[in-house]
Nanobody, 115 residues
Framework: QVQLVESGGGVVQFGGSLRLSCAAS????????MSWYRQAPGKERELVAT????????NYADSVKGRFTISRDNAKNTMYLQMASLKPEDTAVYYC????????WGQGTQVTVSS
């Protein structure tokens, strides 16, 4: 079955960096676009970044453009989100997701940016 497992979250100071990972299994990873979403307390889940199957195209939310980088290693069935210049407003649970016939989500990883 499809599994998505995020890791790499934690507590970081304002201006710091973190790298999130999403290990995928149960489908042909390289064929599908993947995305990162996040959900802050009391807010709706929002799209952060998307990457195509081969990794050739990426898209970012305006709020993270220039600070976050999405990437993938299809040999390892893993997607990444490199986050830099973190701000308190980046504090959220971060989820990876893939849309097959259904949409699948990981369990999420908490990122907390302290000021």
């Amino acid at each position: 079955q499809v599994q998505l497992v995020e890791s790499g979250g934690g507590v970081v100071q304002f201006g710091g960096s973190l790298r999130l990972s999403c290990a995928a299994s149960g489908f042909t990873f390289s064929l599908y676009s993947m995305s990162w979403y996040r959900q802050a307390p009391g807010k709706e889940r929002e799209l952060v970044a998307t990457i195509t199957g081969a990794g050739g195209r990426t898209n970012y939310a305006d709020s993270v453009k220039g600070r976050f980088t999405i990437s993938r290693d299809n040999a390892k069935n893993t997607m990444y989100l490199q986050m830099a210049s973190l701000k308190p407003e980046d504090t959220a649970v971060y989820y990876c997701t893939v849309k097959l016939r259904n949409t699948y989500w990981g369990q999420g990883t908490q990122v907390t940016v302290s000021s």
